[in-house]
């Protein structure tokens, strides 16, 4: 995976505990266990620490992100 493709999947893990949660407000149901919540959020942690990485590895101080690296960045940022 790319840096930019792990700061997705963390984007993408964090907004599915967001629905799982609504639709357990809406329903009133209880939800996901609180175990579940945290190996979802462990998960998220280990993609965005990734993406932090790679970003931090990627950066050159006078030239910012190199190509195709910058467009992909842009893209997940986005």
Not at 3 to 22: C, F, I, S
Request: charged share 30%.
């Amino acid at each position: 995976m790319t840096g930019a493709e792990h700061y997705r999947a963390a984007e993408k893990l964090l907004e599915a505990l967001d629905e799982a949660a609504l639709k357990a407000r809406e329903n009133e149901e209880e939800g996901l266990r609180p175990d579940t919540v945290m190996a979802i959020l462990a998960k998220a942690q280990v993609h965005a620490t990734l993406a932090d990485a790679a970003a931090n590895a990627l950066y050159e101080p006078d030239e910012g992100l190199p190509e195709p690296s910058r467009t992909q960045w842009l893209r997940a940022a986005n």
